[in-house]
Nanobody, 135 residues
Framework: QVHVVESGGGSVQAGGSLRLSCQASTYTERSSYCMGWFRQAPGKPREGVAVIDYDGDSKYADSVKGRFTISKDNAKNTLYLDMKNLKPEDAAVYYC????????????????????????????WGPGTQVTVSS
């Protein structure tokens, strides 16, 4: 079992910046796992925003490329999402999710930012953190 907790959400004006953090328990520095950021706006399906695979390969949704940066501190088992030039359409609940390398979740993680539906039955998910962007 992996316990996941996000932090760093808040309210900003359009053009502003935020940094989200996600800490996952259980992993050690020798663990091999993937992690990703997802978001869900009211009335919309959950979508992949930025993900990073066990080997460091990362991918972004087209809508956030050039504005968001995903990074991982392996020593702290912590995932970050630096968001710049935020837009009102970025407003959503942001979720962090993770699983071990050979899991069904990780087998498809690089595809979820390209439109593959997000299946929350796979992976370990945090409770989410709200991001609000005012115009």
């Amino acid at each position: 079992q992996v316990h996941v907790v996000e932090s760093g959400g808040g309210s900003v004006q359009a053009g502003g910046s935020l940094r989200l953090s996600c800490q996952a328990s259980t992993y050690t520095e020798r663990s091999s796992y993937c992690m990703g950021w997802f978001r869900q706006a009211p009335g919309k399906p959950r979508e992949g925003v930025a993900v990073i695979d066990y080997d460091g390969d990362s991918k972004y949704a087209d809508s956030v490329k050039g504005r968001f940066t995903i990074s991982k501190d392996n020593a702290k088992n912590t995932l970050y999402l630096d968001m710049k030039n935020l837009k009102p359409e970025d407003a959503a609940v942001y979720y962090c999710a993770t699983d071990f390398r050979y899991s069904p979740f990780c087998s498809r993680i690089l595809r979820v930012v390209s439109g593959t539906p997000v299946n929350t039955d796979f992976g370990y998910w945090g409770p989410g953190t709200q991001v609000t962007v005012s115009s």
